[in-house]
């Protein structure tokens, strides 16, 4: 008998989308995940009100009795179209992302658009969700060339679901990578894919690096077993080393199309989420990845 898929407590796969490219990527991987789930599927833009800065002319030079009063109703109007024409924008971009994900064989996308903080709304929101899906880079990126989205490693240490964070591109995946350690977490993740439809079909590796365990054989065969018995192909290895090192060289080496990983837990791999290291590994790794709590 199978575990009881974690995924299938919940309800919807739902994508964070922005004014950027990038959100044509996160839209693709969502449509893949909700059609592997047969979940539903919702697009979400969230608006940040302090971002609308209005930049008006100099009025330091205004003088009368009404000019504080004039003042302050030309900001409200300029903060008002300011507003008007965010929230135009935002639908024009979610009416977009609704037809891609319609054309990529999904039924009927949700999208919603609300001003909010972004960690807050999807804290609010997991409930109902069953695997949040962010984008790597983001608005922000376009301008600042930054090679990992401000937001991941935030609503990493903020949710308690899935997350698949996603690359520069999406194409659906052909082969898996789980980064294994042998701890709770990573032994989740593989009752995870064993017993989910999300990765059905698909050969995965699984990968223990780092410094060898007395029980490394031992728990790379519960893996096999664990897997093979719910029908996939396995593939296992064991190579000593830097983890990020040799999970970005076999993620190369190997042609793996995505990548997963616990995000907390007491292993080998908790380091790899505080601080830098996160940064570095899904730089160096390239390909999205399944972020596990």
């Known amino acids: 008998m199978q575990p009881d898929d974690p995924m299938q407590t919940e309800d919807k796969v739902l994508a964070c989308v922005d004014q950027s490219h990038f959100a044509d990527y996160v839209t693709d991987a969502a449509a893949w995940a909700a059609r592997q789930m047969q979940a539903p599927l919702e697009l979400l833009h969230i608006l940040d009100h302090d971002k609308e800065v209005v930049i008006g002319k100099d009025h330091s030079g205004a003088i009368g009795v009404n000019a504080q009063q004039n003042l302050l109703s030309e900001l409200s109007e300029q903060d008002e179209s300011r507003s008007k024409e965010n929230r135009e924008r935002g639908r024009e971009l979610l009416n977009g992302l609704r037809q891609r994900a319609i054309k990529l064989g999904v039924e009927a996308p949700d999208v919603r658009q609300r001003y909010g903080d972004l960690e807050e709304t999807l804290v609010g929101a997991q409930e109902q969700v069953r695997l949040f899906v962010l984008g790597r880079r983001g608005e922000s990126a376009e301008t600042t060339q930054r090679d990992l989205g401000r ?23 052909k082969q898996v990578l789980i980064a294994f350690d042998g701890g709770s977490m990573t032994r989740r993740g593989v009752e995870m894919v064993a ?6 079909g698909l050969p995965v590796h699984v990968l223990m690096s780092g410094k060898p365990r007395r029980d ?10 664990t897997l093979e018995t719910a029908g996939f192909e396995v593939t ?18 190997q042609a793996i199309d995505m990548l997963l990983m616990g995000a907390y837990g007491h292993s080998p791999l908790r380091s790899l989420f505080f601080g830098s290291k996160t940064t570095d590994l899904l730089r160096s790794a390239n390909v999205p990845t399944l972020l596990l709590r």
């Open 195 to 200: 017993a989910s439809p999300l990765f059905r």
């Open 151 to 173: 937001n991941v490693e935030r609503m990493v240490r903020s949710l308690s679901k899935p997350i698949l964070a996603v690359t520069d591109q999406f194409s659906e995946p």
């Open 216 to 225: 490394s054989e031992k728990q790379l065969d519960w893996a096999r077993s």
């Open 236 to 253: 296992l290895a064991m190579i000593p080393g830097d983890t990020e090192r040799v999970i970005a060289q076999y993620v190369h080496e």
